[in-house]
């Protein structure tokens, strides 16, 4: 949908900025021309970042990284400014659900990006993630994904501005989706274009044809599998999200079941997955912690007008050729 408007362009996931930012002591100080060719080299070759299926040219990436700012976020920035350009975009964005898990980094990143949290009924993103052919985990697992990225949720309404992070409902966008787009775009600054509500021109480039659990972006906005939890469940797994995720799926309108408490070993077992995926998290967070006490270089982006305000420094291009913000 964000893909289909006129100035913004959300490309396929690309599932290199978190690795990038953690192994960042690697490439050493992106001040230095030579530490940012080796990054770009790295973005662009390696088979694990799904930089193909950006359809930006290799060799142009890597020579804009080597001219361009000394940061991080700049090397990282360009892919996303580049493939924004294949379209004649000023706006990029990215999408992954565990974003919402790591806003401080992406704030890092992208000083002045924006947020947009789609938040699903539990039960519907629990069966989906089941059926996944990349997912691995077990229901415990997936239940445990949905209750951290609504704490999540809950801690950046509290912490961060009225104009940096938005929420919306998966089920209300798909009821109506121009209503839900219309204040969307509010918050984005952008003007509404009826186009974002048919979304299937832009899957033929924003969604790879591999990923065929994305079958439906290539098709007219549905609601066919909003409650389908139902029958997609078992009957002792929505006993338990609706147990352990029930104050949360209440907060944001979601009606309970009625379904019965679900066993304790179950309980018990959930409990015991989340704390073991906090411990994990804790550990990551410290690790990250002392990292940024030993970093080598900038890592803010300073791509957009936004981030060379934010940064202090003067605009190096005439302000109506750089984006304003990041999405």
């Excluded at 961060?160 to 984005?188: A, G, I, N, Q, V």
């Excluded at 480039?205 to 549905?222: I, L, M």
């Excluded at 690790?287 to 890592?299: A, F, K, M």
């Amino acid at each position: 949908m964000l893909s289909s408007h006129p100035r913004l362009a959300v490309p396929p996931e690309t599932r290199f900025l978190v690795p990038v930012y953690y192994k960042r002591r690697t490439f050493g100080d992106m001040r230095i021309a030579e530490r940012r060719r080796a990054l770009a080299e790295y973005i662009a070759g390696d088979r694990s970042t799904k930089f193909r299926e950006l359809g930006i040219d290799k060799d142009d990436y890597i020579r804009q990284v080597v001219e361009g700012p000394g940061s991080l976020g700049s090397v990282i920035g360009t892919t996303f400014k580049m493939y924004s350009d294949r379209f004649g975009k000023p706006r990029w964005g990215d999408k992954r659900p565990s974003y919402v898990k790591q806003v401080d980094m992406l704030t890092r990143l992208f000083p002045d990006a924006q947020f947009i949290h789609l938040i699903r009924d539990g039960r519907d993103c629990v069966a989906s993630l089941k059926e996944m052919p990349w997912y691995t985990l077990n229901s415990f697992h997936a239940i445990s994904t949905w209750a951290e990225a609504i704490d999540a949720g809950k801690r950046l309404r509290r912490t961060m501005s009225e104009d940096s992070y938005y929420e919306l409902r998966y089920e209300d966008l798909t009821d109506d989706p121009s209503t839900e787009l219309k204040k969307l775009c509010h918050f984005l600054e952008e003007d509404y274009d009826p186009a974002m509500c048919s979304p299937r021109e832009a899957a033929s480039h924003a969604v790879p044809v591999h990923k065929v659990w994305h079958s439906n972006t290539h098709g007219e906005v549905t609601r066919a599998r909003v409650g389908s939890w139902a029958k997609r469940l078992d009957s002792w797994e929505i006993r338990l999200a609706e147990q352990a995720l029930g104050d949360r799926l209440e907060d944001h309108g979601y009606e309970l079941s009625g379904a019965p408490k679900a066993a304790k070993e179950h309980m018990l077992k959930f409990q015991k997955t989340m704390q073991k995926r906090r411990g994990a998290r804790m550990r990551k967070l410290m690790r990250d912690r002392i990292n940024r006490l030993r970093e080598q270089g900038p890592v803010p982006a300073l791509l957009t007008s936004g981030q060379l305000a934010l940064a202090g420094l003067p605009q190096q291009r005439a302000e109506s050729e750089l984006p304003q913000r990041v999405m």
